[in-house]
């Protein structure tokens, strides 16, 4: 077998792996990004018809929002279009890196929403 452990291509021993190379980490995160992803999407966002909105819902909860500003939240159903939007501040770039990683939560601890 050969693999892009230690120092490059060649032989791998499964008795005795050595360090992963940086190409191999990064497969290895990845390999672990996509896990969380499926067993999520396996066992909670789709467990039915209504989990979109409800999420969709928990999202603006979750938003944060100018300082004064009542939270509100405005969802249109028109010619099978489900468009929803909330007043609140936007996205952050951490809130953008969680988004891509699934499992990889920004909300803020203790805001209920995990």
């Given at each position: 077998r050969f693999g892009v452990r230690g120092g490059g291509a060649?032989?791998?021993?499964?008795?005795?792996?050595?360090?992963?190379?940086?190409?191999a980490e990064?497969?290895?995160?990845?390999?672990?990004?996509?896990?969380?992803?499926?067993?999520?999407?396996?066992?909670?966002l789709y467990s039915s018809n209504a989990h979109?909105?409800?999420?969709?819902l928990q999202n603006a909860d979750d938003s944060e929002y100018p300082a004064g500003v009542r939270p509100?939240?405005?969802?249109?159903?028109?010619?099978?279009?489900?468009?929803?939007?909330?007043?609140?501040?936007?996205?952050t770039r951490a809130n953008l890196r969680a988004l891509c990683d699934v499992g990889a939560s920004s909300k803020r601890k203790g805001s209920g929403a995990d």
């Open positions: 060649g032989p791998a021993s499964p008795s005795r792996p050595g360090p992963l190379s940086p190409e990064v497969l290895r995160a990845s390999h672990e990004r996509m896990g969380r992803a499926l067993l999520r999407l396996s066992n909670e979109c909105v409800l999420e969709l509100c939240v405005r969802v249109l159903l028109r010619g099978g279009v489900l468009a929803f939007a909330s007043n609140e501040l936007g996205f």
